[in-house]
């Protein structure tokens, strides 16, 4: 009996150290934020909007990707979609790193010699992260996942298991406008994550399909009901609660390890080439000065210009990259149109051209808050589909 349950337990360890390290690498400043803006706005049909197609859309990754080549391909056709996938996200987290650094310990009630304990941790931490493989950080993903569990179970034993009330600021139609835009996002954006795509090549076919469910079904889903439980706390500055100290500074070390472990994640898992240095320390660098001159810049339609520049951020989220997904990496996978041939160029070509006439509708939506336009704005990407032919060639997938 022994001698059968140590193969069995081999095989259960890695299957859930690559779920925690899927969980971790996806509860990034989108996961432990956005629920909290959506809540204000929408109440808690804004959370659950966001929550039902995060999850599923992540986790559906690995039944769609029916082999390790498939993601190996999707990775390798497109290189550059995938590259600026991570370099966006490693900007968007500093720009958010930033950003909430100028008032999130106000809004948790913690002092500054409570942050500077806080903060130098965190970064040996982060350091230990960076210094990892994917293997090596899938082992450390299952101690951060719970440290943020036990920080969970902390907020509930001090705010309780109720949903935390919140009175919409948004009408209630304007949540059926952005739940399409939310689906769309969630659904097609972890095709360009290189950490999911990493987590698919290393785990046979289906241990994969396991790991991706319980990640997301269990593991990341956790995460995201921390942030529906924290949402008051960290909403101070936008009209929600303070916090008990002991709360507020395992709320950051929550929300600065998980942001560093997704960070790691995306350096590490990545080949990063010369030729993109430039691109992504540019852009890192352009983050951290809009993450530090959002404090001087004036409020637009009711929003500050922090929150401004975080639905911009948002926009690459929830048209751009899913945009790619829906009219460039589906048509070549049907159509095997190769990289770099006319085929590919003329996919190219339709995603940019829907994209831009997507911008001022979804700029409407997001920045101007009239959700209403969003639903033009979605109908011209998906409708752009009409115009890809999907012929086969006969060209290797």
């Known amino acids: 009996m022994d001698q059968q349950s140590e193969p069995a337990a081999r095989s259960v360890l890695p299957v859930l150290a690559w779920a925690a390290f899927l969980a971790c690498s996806w509860t990034w400043c989108i996961g432990m934020f956005l629920p909290a803006l959506l809540l204000r706005d929408y109440g808690l049909w804004g959370f659950l909007v966001f929550a039902a197609p995060n999850v599923v859309g992540a986790a559906a990754l690995g039944w769609v990707l029916t082999t390790r ?111 399409p835009v939310c689906v769309f996002g969630f659904a097609l954006c972890p095709y360009l994550d290189r950490t999911f795509l990493t987590a698919r090549a290393e785990l046979p076919d289906r241990q994969a399909q396991t790991a991706f469910s319980i990640g997301f079904v269990l593991f990341f889903l956790a995460m995201i009901l921390l942030t529906l439980a924290y949402a008051p706390m960290l909403l101070r500055p936008l009209g929600g609660s303070t916090a008990p100290v002991v709360v507020g500074v395992a709320l950051l070390m929550h929300l600065l390890l998980q942001a560093g472990f997704t960070v790691a994640a995306h ?55 899913p945009a790619y997904v829906w009219l460039v990496v589906i048509p070549a996978r049907q159509g095997r149109a190769p990289a770099g041939s006319l085929q590919r ?53």
Not at 103 to 113: E, G, H, K, S, Y
Not at 147 to 170: C, E, Y
Not at 172 to 177: E, K, P, T
């Open 69 to 179: 080549q498939s993601a190996a391909i999707l990775s390798k056709e497109h290189r550059r979609a995938v590259a600026l996938f991570s370099t966006a996200t490693l900007a968007f987290h500093v720009y958010w790193l930033c950003w909430i650094g100028t008032w999130v310990p106000t809004a948790l009630a913690i002092d500054r010699a409570s942050v500077g304990l806080v903060i130098f941790p965190a970064i040996l931490v982060f350091l230990l992260f960076l210094a990892q493989r994917p293997r090596g950080l899938a082992a450390l993903a299952a101690p951060l996942l719970a440290l943020s569990l036990a920080v969970f179970g902390l907020v509930i034993a001090r705010t309780g298991i109720a949903p935390p009330p919140f009175t919409p600021q948004r009408p209630d139609a304007s949540l059926l406008y952005l739940a």
């Open 267 to 321: 350096v590490r898992c990545g080949e990063p080439r010369a030729s993109s240095d430039t691109l992504r320390w540019g852009a890192l660098l352009a983050a951290a000065s809009l993450g530090v001159l959002v404090r001087v810049l004036p409020a637009h339609a009711g929003l500050d210009a922090g929150e401004i520049v975080y639905r911009l951020f948002m926009g690459l989220y929830g048209l751009v990259f």
């Open 345 to 397: 160029r003329r996919l190219i070509l339709i995603f940019a051209a829907a994209v831009g006439l997507s911008l001022p509708m979804f700029w409407m939506g997001f920045i101007q808050r009239q959700e209403i336009f969003l639903a033009p704005g979605l109908a011209i990407v998906l409708l752009a589909r009409l115009l890809v032919s999907t012929g086969r060639s006969n060209s290797s997938p």
